[in-house]
């Protein structure tokens, strides 16, 4: 798994790319835990997540409590199979999602 981080004064996005899975997450989470020491806004951008395991699923609760005392947390641009993971476990209803709005197309006919 890759991690592309975009910090902006208290505000970081991480964008994930590939699985998250047993092995990836536990860099994840050491990740996360050296990035958060200022970072009161944490956006997580799924747009090129393409698995989550349990042990994802762990770290994501783990952030979400640590996010909440301090700021806030949300989910951004869940693809379609990740986010069945999220409605089947419940963790849907744990977490702050964000979801992906269709790009509007305008049609004009004459």
């Known amino acids: 798994m890759e991690i592309k981080k975009n910090l902006d004064g208290e505000k970081l996005t991480a ?9 990836t997450a536990i860099e ?34 783990k952030l979400q409590k640590k996010m909440a005392v301090k700021g806030s947390m949300k989910i951004i641009n869940i693809k379609p199979e990740v986010r069945e993971v999220l409605d089947m476990t419940g963790f849907a209803k744990l ?14 006919n004459f």
């Open 15 to 23: 964008e994930l790319i590939g699985r998250l899975d047993a092995v």
């Open 28 to 61: 994840f989470d050491k990740d996360m835990a050296a990035s958060l020491v200022d970072v009161k806004d944490l956006t997580l951008n799924f747009d090129k997540l393409e698995y989550i395991a349990s042990a994802g699923l762990r770290i994501l609760l």
């Open 95 to 108: 977490l702050t999602l964000e979801e992906k709005k269709p790009d509007k197309k305008i049609s004009i």
